[in-house]
């Protein structure tokens, strides 16, 4: 298993609906992890933690599942402005490495 | 309170010669990074800094590649000789105490 793999999409959705990215990691022994958005031609910037079980705000909800290594990102009534990547972000397993970016899945909500 | 300020924002080249990007991290951020994006993938770490010491160069191509940050707080990135498959968006980083990671907006390379 990769590091950390995603779907890279895109997900094409419409205005409303709900949708789900999940992304998969190998380190069993990482602890935190996070969700980055990257807009089309920007840089990435943290939409959310996930620290323990899950995280919800607003909208959004991660979810960490440590038995099957997996972190998902839900998003509720997709707004048009949600189109972007979305990059799964897996800490080291010690403290000493660096954060592993995966390659990110792709958004687009459609009118 | 300003970001990560990166320059030059594009530069295009010719392969084979030198390019150097700069970026001013958030004030009173001990670490930065420089990582490279390429077209459709995630961020690869080139270089981690804690303060003026590079902590973690492992993946810096250093027959080409340099890197530096003098008094620990802006930082260059040196390609030379430039290739054609460096094209890239290159993105500093920087964050206190490796928490949450702030992004400039990148240096897009075109090597020619």
């Known amino acids: 298993r990769k590091e950390v793999e995603q779907d890279p999409g895109p997900f094409n959705v419409p205005e409303g609906a709900t949708v789900a990215f999940n992304c998969t990691y190998s380190?069993?022994?990482?602890?935190?992890f996070f969700w980055y958005r990257q807009d089309c031609r920007k840089e990435p910037k943290l939409l959310m933690s996930?620290?323990?079980s899950g995280n919800e705000d607003g909208r959004f909800t991660a979810q960490l599942n440590r038995a099957s290594q997996y972190i998902s990102l839900l998003i509720r009534d997709s707004k048009l402005s949600d189109s972007a990547t979305y990059l799964c972000v897996v800490p080291p397993g010690g403290s000493q490495g660096n954060l592993i970016f995966g390659k990110g899945t792709k958004l687009s909500v459609k009118p | 309170e300003a970001g990560v300020v990166q320059s030059p924002r594009y530069k295009i080249i010719e392969k084979k010669q030198p390019v150097a990007f700069w970026c001013n991290p958030i004030?009173?951020?001990?670490?930065l990074y420089w990582y490279l994006q390429n077209l459709g993938q995630g961020p690869e770490l080139l270089i981690r800094y804690e303060n003026e010491e590079a902590v973690d160069d492992s993946q810096l191509p250093k027959d080409r590649f340099s890197a530096e940050r003098l008094k620990g707080v802006d930082s260059t990135l040196k390609i030379q000789p430039a290739e054609l498959g460096d094209s890239a968006v290159y993105l500093c980083?920087?964050?206190?105490?490796?928490?949450?990671?702030?992004f400039g907006e990148g240096s897009r390379l075109t090597v020619l």
């Open positions: 980083a920087s964050s206190l105490d490796r928490g949450e990671l702030f």
């Open positions: 996930v620290y323990s």
């Open positions: 004030s009173g951020h001990n670490t």
């Open positions: 380190n069993s022994a990482s602890q935190s």
